[in-house]
């Protein structure tokens, strides 16, 4: 099974704030990682997928980049509906594994 | 209006068994691969399994092959998830998913476009 590392599992930072999430994978998964948003008692939702590419309806401020085993997740100035948790996830193949996620939470 | 509506999920004892269900509606539901997603409270999300149009491809994590079986019925736009043998570990918040690709197989790149709301599976004595 492909094995997810992300970091950091919990992030302070402010309204304003540039913020980067990191994703490695175990092995080659080329550009096939989704990032995903999710808060307390919301479905989760899709912020990127294929790396990069920008989900329809999602804000600007989220960009997704890398491919191979390193990815990241980066939003550009911090809003205060973008506090939150954040996972990462493979799609390359079965079992679809997720990051432990990461608490973005406000300082 | 896409939309997954998650039912059957409540309080049961380790070892019995529950069977949770997905209402799809807004979309083709045959034209498309489905997922169950699990978050454990105060943990990260957990795929658990997914399958095919068809149901000609069945995946599951590790932890729940041979308890859990995943299966459709595409004249009720329905997708279930049978839960055997559950155990303290299997307590979390389950939700269904769509898969992106229209073509209802699994194909590396796709994502999970569309989630339900959830339920809650709790396993106590």
């Known amino acids: 099974d492909i094995q997810m590392t992300q970091s950091p599992s919990s992030l302070s930072a402010s309204v304003g704030d540039r913020v980067i999430i990191t994703c490695r994978t175990s092995q080659n998964i080329n550009k096939c990682l989704n990032w995903y948003q999710h808060k307390p008692g919301h479905a989760p939702e899709l912020l990127i997928y294929s790396a990069s590419t920008l989900q329809s309806g999602v804000p600007s401020r989220f960009s997704g980049s890398g491919s191979g085993t390193d990815f990241t997740l980066t939003i550009s100035s911090l809003q205060p509906e973008d506090f939150a948790t954040y996972s990462c996830q493979q799609s390359y193949t079965a079992p679809f594994t997720f990051g432990r996620g990461t608490k973005l939470e406000i300082k | 209006e896409v939309q997954l509506v998650e039912s059957g999920g409540g309080v049961v004892q380790p070892g019995r068994s529950l069977r949770l269900s997905c209402a799809a509606s807004g979309f083709t539901f045959d034209d498309y691969a489905m997922h169950w997603v699990r978050q454990v409270p105060g943990k990260g999300l957990e795929w658990v399994s997914g399958?095919?149009?068809?149901?000609?491809?069945?995946e599951y994590v590790d932890s729940v092959k041979g308890r859990f079986t995943i299966s459709r019925d595409n004249t009720k736009n329905s997708l279930y998830l049978q839960m055997n043998s559950l155990t303290a570990e299997d307590t979390a918040f389950y939700y269904c998913?769509?898969?992106?690709?229209?073509?209802?197989?699994?194909?590396?790149?796709?994502?999970?476009?569309?989630w339900g709301k959830g339920t809650t599976v709790t396993v106590a004595s």
């Open positions: 998913a769509k898969n992106s690709h229209p073509e209802g197989a699994f194909w590396p790149g796709d994502y999970m476009d569309v």
């Open positions: 399958i095919t149009w068809n149901s000609d491809r069945l």
